[in-house]
């Protein structure tokens, strides 16, 4: 099957970004003076880009607004904030249901409103946030029917009120819960505008975002005897362009694409997305480290970005035996892997992401490392960079994996749809850079 295409994700001329850091959000602290929910656990920028929500384990949504600035190329303010979840208790399965935000994503709005999609591990609501206006209250005796001051039609008499002041509120309009018997991993909003998709362990089902009782499911893979598992979903995405198709990464470092118009269960692929392992380099890890954290597709769907624990992959639709580019990030940790699996974070999710031309692209590491690969470039390693309040600063110095502090880990990332701004988190803390960009033309290179 062959997916049309409209353009080519790699520009012709080449753009060199500097990096700078802009702004941060959270108090800084020692790892162990963090508070388990107050670290961050979503991040995402709305379609403009003027707005970036973060969700943290403490169920809360915080929304930062774009302001101009003459300090600094990027600055955002506090515009809006709202607990989405609060925990919960399965009875029938004797489970408690964190509060945690998984995923966040923001809804095409066509008013002042703005409308979001959050989910924690069972439940998905749908959050209204607009400005509601308050006004002052009726002076005590004053009665509806003859109010004082009052506007007076002939015999009719009503009253007035006086606004006196407008505040963010937050609402939810819908709640999308109980279709789901393991804990989500992603959410992915449809081109159509209308539906939605939600992916578990096990499952993927679509949902539309006007009825929220009931959903249906387009994959399952769930075995009739679980004993026979073998591989679990561990992210989904929607094509930006044409509503009918989406992909789906699995543990075992496969990415599948469904087609909704074939059938009405997309447990059989269009396309199957898989790079063949050398049985010299298998081992007991083999397994973990292949499976796939994150994958999102580049702005006008040609190529697929995915995430596993030691390398970033850069895949074309049209290509199903093997990458046409793997970044590797975690090479240095290779020797590690041992200790990594005892103290379990051989199994931390790291986030991915490109910019709005394809040409760059992001992912976390540990130590309070970002990398920021650039495919046009001569470079075969990404551009590691290290948050900080200061200036921004590269480290090209190789890294002793004897030295990095694991707690400090990058784990979610964001790129502004429309320009060269970037969102990392690390902890309870919310970094911002910008870059200016230096173009070379083709010829003079």
């Known amino acids: 099957m062959e997916v049309p295409q409209k353009t080519s994700v790699t520009p012709q001329r080449r753009r060199e970004l500097e990096w700078q850091f802009c702004q941060v959000f959270g108090e800084p602290h020692y790892v162990d003076e963090i508070t388990e929910v107050d670290i961050v656990s979503a991040i995402e920028f709305d379609s403009t880009g003027d707005f970036l929500a973060a969700g943290d384990r403490g169920g809360r949504v915080v929304i930062f ?55 924690n591990d069972k439940t998905i609501k749908l959050w209204k946030v607009f400005d509601k206006t308050l006004y002052e209250k009726p002076a005590r005796g004053t009665s509806i029917t003859s109010p004082a001051p009052s506007h007076t039609n002939g015999a009719l008499s009503f009253p007035s009120r006086t606004r006196r002041d407008r505040q963010k509120t937050a609402a939810p309009r819908r709640v999308y819960a109980n279709a789901h018997a393991y804990h989500i991993n992603s959410i992915s909003l449809n081109t159509d505008g209308e539906t939605y998709i939600s992916a578990d362990d096990l499952r993927i089902n679509l949902w539309n975002l006007e009825i929220s009782d009931q959903s249906f499911n387009i994959v399952d893979i769930k075995p009739a005897n679980m004993e026979e598992l073998t591989e679990v979903i561990t992210a989904a995405d929607f094509h930006p362009q044409h509503c009918q198709y989406l992909i789906y990464s699995s543990s075992k470092g496969t990415i599948k694409l469904g087609d909704m118009r074939q059938a009405a269960l997309c447990d059989q692929h269009a396309k199957k997305f898989e ?15 292949a499976s796939i954290s994150d994958i999102k597709f580049s702005r006008d769907g040609r190529y697929i970005l995915s995430r596993d624990y030691l390398t970033l992959k850069l895949w074309d639709i049209n290509k199903e035996d093997k990458p046409v580019r793997t970044i590797r990030i975690h090479d240095y940790l290779k020797s590690k892997l041992c200790d990594l699996y005892e103290n379990d974070c051989i199994f931390d999710k790291f986030e991915c992401t490109l910019n709005r031309t394809g040409d760059h692209l992001l992912t976390g590491s540990y130590h ?39 707690n400090k880990k990058v784990l979610h990332v964001a790129w502004h749809p429309q320009g060269d701004v970037v969102a990392v988190a690390t902890n309870n803390n919310l970094y911002l850079y910008a870059a200016e960009e230096d173009r070379e033309d083709d010829d003079e290179q």
Not at 275 to 289: H, L, M, V
Not at 378 to 384: N, T, W
């Open 275 to 289: 790079e063949e392992e050398d049985p010299a380099s298998k081992s007991f890890f083999s397994e973990i480290i």
């Open 65 to 119: 607004q774009r302001v101009e600035s003459e300090d600094t190329p990027c600055e955002y303010k506090f515009f809006a904030e709202f607990q989405s979840h609060e925990p919960e208790f399965d009875y029938l399965k004797s489970l408690e249901i964190e509060e945690k935000i998984n995923k966040i994503k923001w809804c095409d709005t066509h008013n002042d409103a703005h409308y979001l999609l959050t989910t």
């Open 368 to 406: 309070n490392y970002f990398n920021i690969y650039d495919i046009q470039g001569e470079r075969e390693e990404a551009v590691r960079l290290k948050l900080g309040r200061g200036p921004s600063r590269k480290s090209e110095v190789e890294i002793n994996a004897d030295n990095i502090d694991f």
